[in-house]
């Protein structure tokens, strides 16, 4: 199974740079998104994705991209989507 970066991450992002913005500590965050497989890279989240994001009020430019070693070095906290992403 490939696991792309167009559904649910990128609205994960989006709804944690909104908290972060509304909450005004967005300099306090570097926060971004990515795929553990290539499938998508350089796609725009899924229209359904963009539809619900649009329904809560938020925006996003997000593109997919997948994750690299260097990740590993600049963010603090990798979260995974579900197992078979830690995977």
């Known amino acids: 199974v490939s696991i792309g970066n167009i559904c649910r991450s990128p609205i994960a992002e989006a ?18 998104s990515a795929a553990v497989s290539d499938w998508n890279v350089g796609r725009s989240p899924d ?3 963009l539809s619900c994001l649009r ?23 990798i979260l995974c989507m579900d197992e078979s992403n830690l995977r």
């Not at 709804?15 to 971004?32: A, C, Q, Y």
């Not at 329904?55 to 906290?77: M, P, S």
Request: hydrophobic residues 35%.
């Open 15 to 32: 709804v944690f740079r909104k908290l972060v913005t509304d909450e005004k500590v967005e300099n306090k965050w570097m926060t971004d």
């Open 47 to 49: 229209a359904r994705a």
């Open 55 to 77: 329904n809560h009020g938020i925006e996003t430019a997000h593109k997919a991209r997948q994750v690299t070693k260097d990740d590993f070095q600049t963010f603090d906290y």
